[in-house]
Protein backbone atom coordinates (compact mmCIF):
# COMPACT_ATOMS: atom_id res chain seq x y z
CA UNK A 1 0.00 0.00 0.00
CA UNK A 2 2.57 2.67 0.80
CA UNK A 3 4.38 1.49 -2.80
CA UNK A 4 0.87 2.70 -4.49
CA UNK A 5 1.11 6.01 -1.97
CA UNK A 6 4.44 6.83 -3.38
CA UNK A 7 3.48 5.97 -6.90
CA UNK A 8 0.60 8.22 -6.75
CA UNK A 9 1.99 11.11 -5.23
CA UNK A 10 5.63 10.88 -7.22
CA UNK A 11 4.88 13.85 -9.56
CA UNK A 12 3.14 16.12 -6.79
CA UNK A 13 6.45 15.95 -4.27
CA UNK A 14 9.01 18.28 -5.15
CA UNK A 15 12.75 18.31 -3.87
CA UNK A 16 15.51 20.79 -4.52
CA UNK A 17 18.32 19.41 -6.09
CA UNK A 18 21.53 20.27 -7.66
CA UNK A 19 22.08 24.05 -8.49
CA UNK A 20 18.48 24.47 -7.71
CA UNK A 21 17.14 22.58 -9.79
CA UNK A 22 13.43 20.94 -9.42
CA UNK A 23 13.17 17.14 -8.94
CA UNK A 24 10.06 15.05 -7.96
CA UNK A 25 10.32 11.78 -6.18
CA UNK A 26 11.33 9.46 -9.17
CA UNK A 27 14.02 12.04 -10.30
CA UNK A 28 15.10 12.29 -6.48
CA UNK A 29 16.89 8.91 -6.55
CA UNK A 30 19.60 10.27 -9.10
CA UNK A 31 20.05 13.72 -7.82
CA UNK A 32 22.79 13.59 -4.48
CA UNK A 33 21.39 16.92 -2.90
CA UNK A 34 17.49 15.73 -3.70
CA UNK A 35 18.18 12.35 -2.79
CA UNK A 36 19.80 13.33 1.29
CA UNK A 37 15.98 15.08 1.66
CA UNK A 38 14.17 12.15 0.82
CA UNK A 39 13.55 10.03 4.73
CA UNK A 40 10.21 9.48 6.88
CA UNK A 41 9.41 12.95 5.71
CA UNK A 42 7.74 12.38 2.41
CA UNK A 43 4.98 10.42 4.50
CA UNK A 44 4.07 13.29 7.06
CA UNK A 45 4.41 15.70 3.70
CA UNK A 46 1.66 13.73 1.66
CA UNK A 47 -0.40 13.07 5.03
CA UNK A 48 -0.28 16.43 6.22
CA UNK A 49 -0.99 18.14 2.28
CA UNK A 50 -4.53 19.07 1.63
CA UNK A 51 -4.47 19.79 -2.12
CA UNK A 52 -6.66 17.62 -4.15
CA UNK A 53 -3.22 15.98 -6.39
CA UNK A 54 -2.58 14.20 -3.25
CA UNK A 55 -5.78 13.35 -2.34
CA UNK A 56 -5.79 9.40 -3.19
CA UNK A 57 -2.09 9.24 -1.92
CA UNK A 58 -3.01 10.99 1.20
CA UNK A 59 -6.13 8.41 1.56
CA UNK A 60 -3.97 5.30 1.26
CA UNK A 61 -1.46 6.48 4.10
CA UNK A 62 -4.64 7.28 5.94
CA UNK A 63 -5.85 3.22 5.41
CA UNK A 64 -2.34 2.41 6.47
CA UNK A 65 -2.46 4.41 9.60
CA UNK A 66 -5.65 2.77 10.71
CA UNK A 67 -4.71 -0.38 9.65
CA UNK A 68 -7.33 -0.94 7.02
CA UNK A 69 -5.20 -3.03 4.48
CA UNK A 70 -6.17 -4.56 1.53
CA UNK A 71 -9.10 -6.59 2.31
CA UNK A 72 -8.07 -9.73 0.14
CA UNK A 73 -5.01 -11.07 -0.53
CA UNK A 74 -4.01 -15.14 -0.87
CA UNK A 75 -0.23 -16.37 0.04
CA UNK A 76 0.68 -19.54 -1.65
CA UNK A 77 4.37 -21.37 -0.69
CA UNK A 78 5.34 -22.94 -4.44
CA UNK A 79 8.23 -24.43 -5.48
CA UNK A 80 10.65 -22.61 -8.51
CA UNK A 81 8.58 -19.99 -10.73
CA UNK A 82 9.63 -16.95 -12.19
CA UNK A 83 7.81 -13.86 -11.46
CA UNK A 84 6.81 -13.44 -15.49
CA UNK A 85 5.33 -16.75 -14.88
CA UNK A 86 3.26 -15.50 -11.75
CA UNK A 87 2.31 -12.50 -13.61
CA UNK A 88 0.89 -14.67 -16.75
CA UNK A 89 -0.72 -17.30 -14.16
CA UNK A 90 -2.43 -14.04 -12.53
CA UNK A 91 -4.00 -12.57 -15.95
CA UNK A 92 -5.32 -15.59 -16.52
CA UNK A 93 -7.33 -16.31 -13.58
CA UNK A 94 -8.14 -12.41 -13.51
CA UNK A 95 -9.27 -12.86 -17.19
CA UNK A 96 -12.27 -10.35 -17.61
CA UNK A 97 -13.50 -11.05 -14.40
CA UNK A 98 -12.27 -7.79 -12.71
CA UNK A 99 -9.67 -4.71 -13.79
CA UNK A 100 -5.94 -6.20 -14.04
CA UNK A 101 -4.52 -3.21 -12.33
CA UNK A 102 -6.75 -3.51 -9.51
CA UNK A 103 -4.45 -6.40 -8.66
CA UNK A 104 -0.86 -6.12 -7.57
CA UNK A 105 1.43 -9.77 -7.67
CA UNK A 106 3.82 -10.03 -5.55
CA UNK A 107 7.26 -12.72 -5.09
CA UNK A 108 9.04 -13.15 -1.66
CA UNK A 109 11.82 -15.94 -0.95
CA UNK A 110 12.68 -16.64 1.99
CA UNK A 111 16.11 -18.66 2.69
CA UNK A 112 18.58 -19.44 5.20
CA UNK A 113 21.36 -17.02 3.13
CA UNK A 114 22.49 -19.84 0.55
CA UNK A 115 19.19 -19.86 -1.65
CA UNK A 116 18.07 -23.37 -1.96
CA UNK A 117 21.53 -24.71 -0.54
CA UNK A 118 22.12 -26.56 2.18
CA UNK A 119 24.58 -23.48 4.68
CA UNK A 120 26.01 -26.35 6.98
CA UNK A 121 27.70 -27.24 3.86
CA UNK A 122 29.48 -24.28 3.49
CA UNK A 123 30.87 -23.90 7.08
CA UNK A 124 34.18 -25.36 8.37
CA UNK A 125 34.39 -26.84 11.82
CA UNK A 126 37.29 -27.60 13.79
CA UNK A 127 38.54 -29.67 17.06
CA UNK A 128 39.91 -27.93 20.58
CA UNK A 129 43.05 -30.36 19.60
CA UNK A 130 43.66 -29.40 16.43
CA UNK A 131 42.89 -25.56 15.67
CA UNK A 132 44.89 -25.22 12.37
CA UNK A 133 42.79 -28.31 10.67
CA UNK A 134 39.18 -27.87 9.30
CA UNK A 135 36.72 -29.98 8.24
CA UNK A 136 33.17 -30.21 6.84
CA UNK A 137 30.29 -32.38 8.37
CA UNK A 138 29.06 -35.37 7.13
CA UNK A 139 24.93 -35.69 6.41
CA UNK A 140 25.04 -38.50 8.61
CA UNK A 141 27.06 -36.08 11.73
CA UNK A 142 24.20 -33.22 10.86
CA UNK A 143 21.55 -32.36 13.14
CA UNK A 144 17.99 -35.10 12.58
CA UNK A 145 15.93 -31.50 12.97
CA UNK A 146 17.64 -29.50 9.40
CA UNK A 147 14.84 -28.72 6.88
CA UNK A 148 14.59 -31.07 3.72
CA UNK A 149 14.23 -27.45 2.07
CA UNK A 150 16.23 -24.32 2.52
CA UNK A 151 14.20 -22.02 0.58
CA UNK A 152 10.34 -21.42 0.04
CA UNK A 153 8.96 -18.55 -2.30
CA UNK A 154 5.75 -16.96 -1.53
CA UNK A 155 3.49 -15.33 -3.68
CA UNK A 156 0.72 -13.16 -3.00
CA UNK A 157 -1.72 -12.06 -5.28
CA UNK A 158 -3.52 -8.73 -3.58
CA UNK A 159 -6.81 -6.71 -4.26
CA UNK A 160 -6.35 -3.44 -3.96
CA UNK A 161 -9.69 -2.18 -3.69
CA UNK A 162 -12.59 -2.36 -1.61
CA UNK A 163 -15.17 -5.36 -3.36
CA UNK A 164 -18.85 -5.18 -3.63
CA UNK A 165 -20.82 -8.40 -3.14
CA UNK A 166 -20.42 -9.18 -6.50
CA UNK A 167 -16.80 -8.77 -6.77
CA UNK A 168 -16.60 -10.80 -3.18
CA UNK A 169 -17.49 -14.05 -5.70
CA UNK A 170 -15.76 -13.14 -8.40
CA UNK A 171 -12.24 -13.11 -6.09
CA UNK A 172 -12.71 -15.85 -4.53
CA UNK A 173 -13.32 -17.78 -8.27
CA UNK A 174 -10.13 -16.26 -9.28
CA UNK A 175 -8.19 -16.81 -6.29
CA UNK A 176 -9.48 -20.35 -6.58
CA UNK A 177 -8.09 -20.34 -10.07
CA UNK A 178 -4.66 -18.77 -9.42
CA UNK A 179 -4.28 -21.26 -6.70
CA UNK A 180 -4.98 -24.46 -9.05
CA UNK A 181 -2.71 -22.68 -11.76
CA UNK A 182 -0.08 -22.28 -9.27
CA UNK A 183 -0.02 -24.97 -7.16
CA UNK A 184 -1.88 -27.59 -8.43
CA UNK A 185 -3.92 -28.16 -5.97
CA UNK A 186 -6.89 -25.80 -4.73
CA UNK A 187 -7.17 -25.14 -0.92
CA UNK A 188 -10.16 -23.92 0.86
CA UNK A 189 -9.30 -20.45 2.48
CA UNK A 190 -11.25 -18.02 4.18
CA UNK A 191 -10.55 -14.47 3.28
CA UNK A 192 -9.99 -11.60 5.42
CA UNK A 193 -13.49 -10.61 5.58
CA UNK A 194 -15.08 -14.09 5.83
CA UNK A 195 -13.09 -14.85 8.98
CA UNK A 196 -14.38 -12.00 10.93
CA UNK A 197 -18.10 -13.19 10.58
Known amino acids: ??????????????????????????????????????????????????????A???????RILERRMYPHSRTLCIANVNEEEINRKAEHAIG??????????????IDYGQGSEDP???VFFFEKSEPNSVFR??????SATLPVCFQDLRVVLLYKKEPTQEDSEKLREIFA?????????????????????
Open 56 to 62: ESRALLE
Open 1 to 54: MLADALVLAYTHLVFEGKDGRKKNLAEAVHDPVAFGKLTDDVFTRVLNSSGSEL
Open 96 to 109: SLLNRDDFATDMVS
Open 120 to 122: ISK
Open 177 to 197: SFEHSVSGSPRRYLDKSESEN
Open 137 to 142: LAPSEV
